[in-house]
Nanobody, 116 residues
Framework: VQLQASGGGLVQAGGSLRLSCAAS????????VGWYRQAPGKQRELVAR???????KYGDSVKGRFTISRDNAKNTVDLQMNSLKPEDTAVYFC???????????WGKGTQVTVSS
């Protein structure tokens, strides 16, 4: 299984970015998927995740601003990030597995930097 995240970059506060995670060796539509982030000196934290049935959970700091979605035809999971803040600056990782309690597959991260 391989997950590859892309779409990171530098954006001004208030702007938007869309991250995408492409998968091989796993059918994302049949699995739970998620995005996490890790800022320097901080622990990795949940950004958003979704079950195969469509239940979603967001971290408190991104509710109402970020949206997780799947493109089943492309076998990707995307993260639309709006109203970005400097505190959203982090390396973002995608994650997948059978259920929320078993998500062993991780992609390499993509850097998101939000300038003030």
């Amino acid at each position: 299984v391989q997950l590859q995240a892309s779409g990171g970059g530098l954006v001004q506060a208030g702007g938007s970015l869309r991250l995408s995670c492409a998968a091989s060796g796993i059918i994302l539509s049949l699995n739970a998927v998620g995005w996490y982030r890790q800022a320097p000196g901080k622990q990795r934290e949940l950004v958003a995740r979704a079950t195969s049935g469509g239940y979603t959970k967001y971290g408190d700091s991104v509710k109402g601003r970020f949206t997780i979605s799947r493109d089943n035809a492309k076998n990707t999971v995307d993260l639309q990030m709006n109203s970005l803040k400097p505190e959203d600056t982090a390396v973002y990782f995608c994650n997948a597995g059978p259920t929320f309690s078993s998500m062993p597959y991780w992609g390499k991260g993509t850097q998101v930097t939000v300038s003030s």
